[in-house]
């Protein structure tokens, strides 16, 4: 299959050459030709399988072939996206398929300051990409109408809904025209998110390119188990011995972005990291000096990791697992992309079992564990698989003493000895608990 045979036009064709694009993925080849028809879409896609292009490229050619010239302070098409990051990462992308087409596109997001993104939407703008949260501010303060708008495309929407944006995916949705087409991608298919696909989409196609819920099986995954307070060491140990060279990493807090950054930038490596307190500029700059290998080891926090689009990244590290076992997909959907052949290295100390055991579940498959030698953890990491069990292992319980006469104290059952570290976190769901879509009035706080 080739685009062209898809339908599209030679100036979109043009584009995709340059981009050495040559055939469509299969997002791609079912989304174009429905867009194209006018369909609603709802679309299971995780992060990796293409499909920005899956809805820009024909939400493009009918904005090109389609509709009246775009007024004053006006958008013919709105991409809402959970995060700036995936704002300017899908702004970036749908610039480049439009680059031979008379339309002109923006992102606009929060952080920043609003006064340039006012003036930028004076003249209206073909494709807007927006954060929910500054889209409805600069509604409120009229920058923006509505009324023209043809296409809205709900990218990432479970993430949206993660992030608690449901209330503003509501207040949104009473300022659009109701006659519209409305394209819903999401990597996962809660109860949440249907509900959301049931308000907002009007007799979608549904389209699923990959088993729910499923990692990319481009990527080898496994664990090292590691005690907590080793993990630091571990990492550097397994960095010169695999001799990396880009690595994304996740840690679970802005705090432990920082330690585990400074930690790397005192022992000479090229380190930087990213995470919500550090301003958009400094972000932006991170990850593309990371982007160019100016810098070796980005460090991140999952929401600030969110649209990251590096082409080939070989490795993505798992310093913490993620509280929430779908960030884990998201996090290894950076690597293994398009096809491309990648690997996903978990930390894992005993802590985090309850989290490896959600992991597993929501994958439905059982990481393969790779002890490290000289790193063998002294807490025990217990045994886990896809069923989401957690192998509770007794302690052996002691032998009597000789002359003890009644018996050592029997601690069967237990799988958390007296040595070893409790699980911090409560018992983690494999599927976040979200907020429910609510197109009810705005509650007052
Ligand atoms: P996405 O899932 O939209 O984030 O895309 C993942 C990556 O795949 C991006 O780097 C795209 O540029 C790339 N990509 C998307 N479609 C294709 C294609 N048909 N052929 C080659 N690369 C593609």
Redesign the pocket.
């Known amino acids: 299959m080739t685009?062209a045979s898809l339908g599209l036009i030679e100036p979109l064709l043009r584009a995709?050459e340059t981009?050495?694009?040559?055939?469509?993925?299969p997002?791609?080849a079912q989304a174009i030709p429905a867009v194209l028809a006018g369909r609603d879409l709802m679309a299971a896609?995780?992060?990796?399988?293409?499909?920005?292009?899956?809805f820009a490229l024909p939400l493009l050619q009918l904005l090109t072939m389609e509709g009246p010239k775009v007024a004053a302070n006006s958008a013919r098409a709105l991409i809402l996206c959970p995060t700036r990051e995936l704002a300017e990462?899908?702004h970036a992308?749908v610039a480049e398929y439009a680059q031979h087409l008379p339309l002109t596109t923006y992102a606009v997001y929060g952080g920043v300051s609003i006064n340039p993104q006012m003036m930028k939407l004076r003249k209206g703008v073909d494709i807007l990409v927006a954060t929910p949260g500054r889209l409805i501010d600069l509604f409120r303060q009229n920058a923006l109408k509505l009324n023209q708008l043809q296409t809205l495309v709900l990218d990432e929407a479970d993430r949206m809904l993660d992030l608690g944006f449901s209330e503003e995916l509501a207040n949104i949705y009473r300022m659009l025209p109701k006659k519209r087409q409305t394209l819903l991608f999401s990597a996962t298919f809660s109860d949440d998110i249907r509900l959301l696909a049931g308000q907002m989409l009007n007799d979608p196609l549904s389209i699923e390119v990959s088993p729910r819920n499923v990692a990319a099986n481009t990527v080898k995954q496994w664990v090292v188990p590691v005690d907590k307070k080793r993990k630091p060491e571990l990492f550097v140990h397994l960095m010169r011995k695999g001799r990396w060279k880009q690595v994304l990493v996740f840690a679970k807090t802005r705090n432990g972005v920082d330690a585990l950054v400074d930690k790397l930038q005192g022992l000479g490596i090229n380190a930087d990291g990213i995470h919500g307190d550090k301003p958009q500029a400094t972000r932006q700059r991170a990850l593309d000096r990371f982007k160019s290998s100016d810098v070796q080891i980005l460090v991140a926090t999952d929401v600030a990791a969110r649209g990251l689009?590096i082409?080939d990244l070989p490795l993505v590290v798992n310093f913490d697992l993620p509280i929430v076992a779908e960030d884990y997909i998201h996090r290894i959907?950076r690597t293994g992309?398009?096809?491309n052949t990648g690997e996903a290295i978990s930390l894992v100390c005993a802590d985090e079992v309850n989290m490896l055991s959600a992991i597993e579940m929501l994958t439905r498959q059982t990481l393969t564990r790779q002890m490290e030698q000289d790193f063998e953890p002294e807490h025990r990491v217990p045994e886990t698989d896809a069923s989401g069990q957690v192998v509770k292992k007794p302690k052996k319980p002691k032998k009597p003493k000789a002359s003890g006469g009644g018996g050592g104290k029997r601690n069967l059952g237990k799988w958390v000895d007296s040595g070893e570290v409790a699980p911090a976190e409560p018992s983690i769901k494999p599927v976040r608990k979200v907020p429910v879509f609510n197109t009810g009035p705005r509650k007052k706080k």
Do not use: H, M
């Not at 981009?19 to 993925?25: D, F, R």
């Open positions: 685009f995709l981009l050495g694009y040559q055939t469509p993925t997002v791609q896609a995780q992060t990796g399988t293409g499909k920005t292009a899956g990462q899908v992308s689009d082409e959907g992309r398009a096809g």
